[in-house]
């Protein structure tokens, strides 16, 4: 699988594909997944659901028709009233199964079949996504080769989208960090400091680049917020939830763990349950990519306190040699040479001394 993602990040990147097209590309691979495992599944399923439908009601009625046997023994008096002993057994019977939390397996089996168009599409999104809350399942031959498949190929698309959208979406942040800072702050830049940053360009672009940065606490406070915020939808759309049963499901979503202990119950919201879900999963990408720039930039800045001590030992060696004329050419050059030492970053030593 990372040969079949390294050749579809060549051909993303070689072609300079647009950041629209992933996205309608994911959409178009999420359709056609959909559209497979309904034609494959659809229908075996619903026979499979009539089946088992029929032999429960059966087991029901030749439950109720012993109780009664029990119950009663006189003939005369069970047909009188036969009706009645009928309701009041299946509620005995209905009872037992929801003590024993066992309608809930009953309604799942019985119900309307999973796979619909919003049902294959939200199974297709777990294969891609790794996520697999393991509902619904396939069970026709054909549906299980074509899961291989679609995962074979599902899994390097969406990982190389995922990278693509939390790219963008730090970059937008940072790009709104920068103007949000531009129009709060207006910082005059000494000249002296100027000159000085001419001949240090890595480190001042490096000092801008971390000034402009995308703060990562604000991100992960963003990507938190959102888990609450999707968390009270859940509420409201699964009524059986609780908030901290929401926050639970949701982080686990994101995490792509899927440990499949809970899924959701209404079919109706389940697509727009997992967009919340996809959002969460690009903030998570992009506080990644965050955190993986704060590295580098924590590598190329890891020697700002030799370049400020480099910037104030160059302005006293000009002012000394302007006003005070106490060091020569020789011992200049030498200084700077052990400051290149010390730093890992190389400045233009002629063009210091000229």
Sequence with gaps: MFPLYQSLKWIYQKFKVSAWLPFVALVSYTILGAFLFKFFEMEN??????????????????????????????????????????????????????????????????DDTPWTWLGSMFYAGQLYTTIGYGYPITQTVAGRVTSIFYILFGIPIFLIILKDIGRLMSRGCRKLYKRLGDSQRKIAQSPSIKTVSQYFPNKAN????AENAFPIPIALAMLF????????????????????????????????????????????????NFLLI???????????????????LFKK???????????????????????????????????????????????KRNQILT
């Excluded at 104030?312 to 040699?321: A, G, H, M």
């Design 278 to 296: 996809l959002i969460g999963l690009a903030l998570l990408s992009m506080c990644f990519n965050l955190i993986q720039v704060g590295g580098v």
């Design 45 to 110: 399923d619903q026979r499979n659901r009539e089946g088992y439908r029929n032999r429960t009601s059966y087991a029901m009625n030749q439950v109720v028709e012993r109780m009664l046997e029990v119950r009663c023994d006189d003939l005369t008096l069970r047909s009188a009233d036969k009706a009645y002993q009928i309701k009041h057994a299946k509620d005995a019977l209905l009872w037992f199964l929801d003590h024993l939390n066992l309608t809930e397996v009953l309604t799942e089996r019985t």
């Design 206 to 209: 490096a000092r801008r680049h």
């Design 225 to 272: 917020l959102w888990i609450l915020f999707s968390a009270g939808l859940f509420c409201l759309w699964e009524r059986e939830w609780g908030y901290l049963t929401s926050v639970y499901f949701f982080f686990v979503s994101i995490s792509t763990v899927g440990l499949g202990d809970i899924v959701f119950l209404n079919p109706d919201m389940m697509i727009f």
């Design 301 to 347: 800045n890891n020697s700002m306190l030799i370049f400020i001590c480099s910037v104030f030992e160059y302005r006293e060696i000009k002012f000394r040699k302007a006003f005070c004329n106490t060091i020569d050419q020789k011992n200049l050059e030498n200084l700077f040479i052990s400051i290149k030492r010390r730093s890992p970053y190389q400045f």
